[in-house]
């Protein structure tokens, strides 16, 4: 799991939906468009500067500028004019929704420039789109050649911003771009920097599955030395793999094996500009209707968004239910899944299991060796049966059995829990740890029926075995 994730996700999802407010633009205007993030001056009143966040293509030509150039640069380092109405505007629309038509003329262009500024979904944010009045024939000409591919990557966008299962939604995008640019397969290639995967795939019906040979690839082997075909749009296209025979010997031999003849690769990345990984059409048609390489480009970066914003999801997820330092389940999960548990079952039971001396471990050994006492008994605890344990906090731990079991069972764990407790916790050349377990059981609805009691009961009966062990150690 990559945990190399900047803190302003929330943003990601947000993009995806921009796309609806340009497309309902798109209809009257051109689509020369931008994103900014309207940057508010000290007193909160007004605009003092503007973020590039997104620029299609259409935008730069008519800056002068790469995509490199603005996205993420401030408006103030790229437009050598006065910008003053323009930030008004802006922050009128980040802020309060307000909608603005106006035109002026930029000398540095040459250019007179028909602006529409408008709100968007993310707070803070608006978009601005422009019409190069003195250039019409060119606007017409973009239009003519970039709609079809600009509608494609609109609609497979939204397929992207979509509620759902993850799983099934990246495999509709791969199956929608497949309509589009009509490949023998595509893939989503993912990368820890040390192997390859693919974890997306689509295949034409005629095509073998190969998916098995993208598992477990080298990535020094398979995808550092294709950065160095990245072409200036940050795309590998290669037309024709018979050009890499000499060069790339072994990704050739690999490519042939998979029956690739012509394809187009687009990376991704991490909040690092770490490749993340690639989005991948193989043996695609060539058509002059629709720009390939722009269309594998534009929707490469939204999956690497989709994909880094599902990873932040299951990270926090992971987080929010799982105890750090031993992996397993904690408390609040404890307490929710036993309240369901009572609602829907009426057999049922739980253990609480208390470690004795460990305090003595702790301090005498540091809390280095005490972390390792605790991931030790997590384990040896998770096996003494097939039920699912719990860290409640400390050395407090608690297993929760989720169906009917007989009393004998219950005795049975119990023993398996003190044998479980019998070899030293820790040994090593300097020291031996030797600790032991008091728990204690409830059954529900022997004990119970109530799980908050059911817990009293089950807490109640490991102390009074926990006093047993004390007493027996102060003889």
Same mark, same amino acid.
């Given at each position: 799991?990559?945990?190399?994730?900047?803190?302003?996700?929330?943003?990601?999802?947000?993009?995806?939906?921009?796309?609806?407010?340009?497309?309902?633009?798109?209809?009257?205007?051109?689509?020369?468009?931008?994103?900014?993030?309207?940057?508010?001056?000290?007193?909160?009143?007004?605009?003092?500067?503007?973020?590039?966040?997104?620029?299609?293509?259409?935008?730069?030509?008519?800056?002068?500028?790469?995509?490199?150039?603005?996205?993420?640069?401030?408006?103030?380092?790229?437009?050598?004019?006065?910008?003053?109405?323009?930030?008004?505007?802006?922050?009128?629309?980040?802020?309060?929704?307000?909608?603005?038509?106006?035109?002026?003329?930029?000398?540095?262009?040459?250019?007179?420039?028909?602006?529409?500024?408008?709100?968007?979904?993310?707070?803070?944010?608006?978009?601005?789109?422009?019409?190069?009045?003195?250039?019409?024939?060119?606007?017409?000409?973009?239009?003519?050649?970039?709609?079809?591919?600009?509608?494609?990557?609109?609609?497979?966008?939204?397929?992207?911003?979509?509620?759902?299962?993850?799983?099934?939604?990246?495999?509709?995008?791969?199956?929608?771009?497949?309509?589009?640019?009509?490949?023998?397969?595509?893939?989503?290639?993912?990368?820890?920097?040390?192997?390859?995967?693919?974890?997306?795939?689509?295949?034409?019906?005629?095509?073998?599955?190969?998916?098995?040979?993208?598992?477990?690839?080298?990535?020094?082997?398979?995808?550092?030395?294709?950065?160095?075909?990245?072409?200036?749009? +940050? =795309?590998?296209?290669?037309?024709?793999?018979?050009?890499?025979?000499? *060069?790339?010997? %072994?990704? #050739? &031999?690999?490519?042939?094996?998979?029956?690739?003849?012509?394809?187009?690769?687009?990376?991704?990345?991490?909040?690092?500009?770490?490749?993340?990984?690639?989005?991948?059409?193989?043996?695609?048609?060539?058509?002059?209707?629709?720009?390939?390489?722009?269309?594998?480009?534009?929707?490469?970066?939204?999956?690497?968004?989709?994909?880094?914003?599902?990873?932040?999801?299951?990270?926090?997820?992971?987080?929010?239910?799982?105890?750090?330092?031993?992996?397993?389940?904690?408390?609040?999960?404890?307490?929710?899944?036993?309240?369901?548990?009572?609602?829907?079952?009426?057999?049922?039971?739980?253990?609480?299991?208390?470690?004795?001396?460990?305090?003595?471990?702790?301090?005498?050994?540091?809390?280095?060796?005490?972390? +390792? =006492?605790?991931?030790?008994?997590?384990?040896?605890?998770?096996?003494? *049966?097939?039920? %699912?344990? #719990? &860290?409640?906090?400390?050395?407090?731990?608690?297993?929760?059995?989720?169906?009917?079991?007989?009393?004998?069972?219950?005795?049975?764990?119990?023993?398996?829990?003190?044998?479980?407790?019998?070899?030293?916790?820790?040994?090593?050349?300097?020291?031996?740890?030797?600790?032991?377990?008091?728990?204690?059981?409830?059954?529900?609805?022997?004990?119970?029926?109530?799980?908050?009691?059911?817990?009293?009961?089950?807490?109640?009966?490991?102390?009074?075995?926990?006093?047993?062990?004390?007493?027996?150690?102060?003889?």
């Amino acid at each position: 799991m990559n945990n190399n994730i900047e803190p302003d996700e929330s943003l990601i999802k947000n993009a995806f939906l921009l796309f609806d407010k340009m497309s309902e633009l798109h209809k009257n205007l051109p689509v020369a468009y931008a994103v900014f993030q309207v940057l508010k001056n000290s007193a909160g009143d007004g605009a003092v500067d503007a973020k590039y966040l997104y620029a299609n293509e259409r935008f730069c030509v008519g800056l002068g500028r790469s995509k490199d150039e603005l996205v993420g640069k401030l408006v103030t380092e790229t437009f050598d004019e006065d910008i003053e109405e323009l930030m008004g505007y802006g922050y009128r629309a980040a802020y309060f929704s307000e909608e603005t038509h106006y035109t002026t003329y930029s000398k540095v262009l040459g250019h007179w420039m028909e602006f529409t500024i408008a709100a968007t979904n993310i707070e803070g944010c608006c978009i601005a789109v422009c019409t190069f009045i003195d250039d019409s024939h060119l606007e017409k000409e973009l239009l003519r050649r970039n709609s079809t591919t600009d509608d494609a990557i609109v609609r497979i966008t939204r397929l992207l911003s979509r509620e759902g299962d993850y799983e099934d939604i990246m495999n509709s995008v791969l199956k929608e771009i497949s309509h589009v640019v009509h490949p023998s397969r595509m893939n989503i290639l993912i990368t820890d920097r040390v192997t390859v995967d693919s974890q997306f795939a689509w295949y034409a019906e005629e095509e073998e599955s190969h998916k098995e040979l993208l598992k477990g690839l080298s990535y020094e082997k398979y995808l550092v030395n294709w950065r160095k075909y990245l072409n200036e749009d +940050e =795309v590998i296209q290669i037309d024709d793999v018979e050009m890499l025979k000499d *060069s790339e010997p %072994e990704g #050739y &031999r690999i490519l042939k094996e998979l029956g690739i003849y012509r394809f187009v690769w687009a990376p991704f990345y991490d909040n690092k500009h770490r490749i993340l990984g690639f989005l991948c059409a193989d043996n695609y048609e060539l058509s002059e209707e629709i720009d390939t390489l722009r269309l594998i480009q534009s929707i490469s970066y939204f999956i690497g968004f989709r994909i880094r914003n599902h990873t932040l999801v299951e990270f926090l997820d992971y987080r929010g239910n799982h105890d750090e330092l031993t992996g397993l389940k904690n408390r609040r999960v404890f307490g929710e899944t036993l309240k369901v548990l009572s609602q829907v079952r009426e057999h049922y039971g739980l253990f609480y299991v208390d470690l004795n001396l460990f305090k003595n471990a702790n301090d005498n050994y540091g809390h280095h060796v005490g972390n +390792e =006492v605790l991931c030790e008994t997590a384990e040896r605890l998770s096996s003494v *049966s097939d039920f %699912e344990v #719990y &860290r409640l906090g400390g050395d407090e731990f608690a297993i929760l059995v989720d169906e009917e079991i007989p009393k004998s069972e219950y005795e049975q764990i119990m023993d398996n829990i003190n044998e479980a407790f019998e070899k030293p916790i820790l040994e090593t050349d300097e020291y031996s740890i030797k600790i032991s377990a008091s728990a204690g059981f409830a059954i529900a609805p022997y004990d119970s029926d109530n799980p908050n009691e059911l817990r009293k009961i089950a807490d109640q009966r490991m102390y009074e075995r926990k006093k047993i062990m004390h007493e027996e150690l102060k003889k």
